[in-house]
């Protein structure tokens, strides 16, 4: 089984400010990876970030960078020098070899 | 931009119809999935595959039935579409072969049942 938790309905930041979301999960998968999708208002879901579960390094892509423990179960996104095109909602998610669960998401607000 | 689309857009409908919500791909993904959204809320599970006459229900029980007969094409159908089935529909693929691929995400089709 797969379960995703993200505890912040909504967060704000203001721009060019710093802001982490946080997520937790669960699996029973050996072989999974992580990830945080980007929903903005009226358009597709998109990529933002991907971990590999047997990294220990944490992924980075420019602005965006995850904070990955394992032993926690815990995979937070860090969004540094925060843009007006940041604002969407963020899920974060686990894929094993067949399904891909998202967790509940997390509103962000940028404060111009 | 993703080759992965979804029809209709929008729909609104009575009570009791049947109706397919389609969904297709032009990657040659082996894995397709369908999730159902509320406004603003999270996306839940609803049916997967993983290839051609395999298909599997996800976490979230949904009246809803799909099929899987051609790699491309995954739709989803209401046999007696009822105002509780009103959500947004999303549709994704990814290439299989491991758990590292990244998914695309159709553009959704909100459906309204009156």
């Known amino acids: 089984a797969q379960t995703v938790t993200q505890s912040q309905p909504e967060m704000s930041v203001q721009e060019a400010e710093t802001v982490t979301l946080s997520c937790t999960y669960d699996?029973?998968?050996?072989?999974?990876?992580l990830f945080w999708y980007k929903q903005p208002p009226s358009r597709q879901m998109i990529l933002v970030i991907r971990?590999?579960?047997?990294?220990?390094q944490n992924a980075t892509e420019n602005r965006f960078s995850v904070n990955f423990q394992k032993a926690a179960k815990s995979f937070s996104l860090k969004i540094s020098d925060s843009q007006l095109g940041d604002a969407a909602m963020y899920f974060c998610?686990?894929?094993?070899?067949?399904?891909?669960?998202f967790g509940q998401g997390t509103r962000l607000t940028i404060n111009p | 931009e993703a080759d992965i689309y979804q029809t209709p857009r929008y729909l609104v409908i009575g009570t009791g119809k049947k109706i397919t919500l389609e969904c297709s791909q032009t990657?040659?993904?082996?894995?397709m999935y369908w999730y159902q959204q509320d406004p603003g809320m999270e996306l839940h599970l609803i049916h997967y595959?993983?290839?051609?006459?395999?298909?599997e229900k996800g976490d979230l029980s949904s009246e809803s039935t799909v099929s899987r007969i051609r790699t491309e094409h995954f739709p989803l159908t209401l046999e007696s579409a009822r105002p509780s089935h009103t959500s947004q529909y999303l549709c994704?693929?990814?290439?299989?072969?491991?758990?590292?691929?990244?998914?695309?995400f159709g553009q959704g089709t909100r459906l309204t049942v009156v």
């Open positions: 990657m040659g993904h082996d894995k």
């Open positions: 998610a686990v894929q094993g070899a067949q399904k891909l669960v």
């Open positions: 595959s993983y290839g051609v006459n395999s298909t």
């Open positions: 994704a693929s990814r290439q299989g072969g491991g758990s590292h691929t990244e998914a695309f």
């Open positions: 699996t029973s998968e050996s072989d999974y990876y």
């Open positions: 971990q590999e579960a047997y990294k220990q």
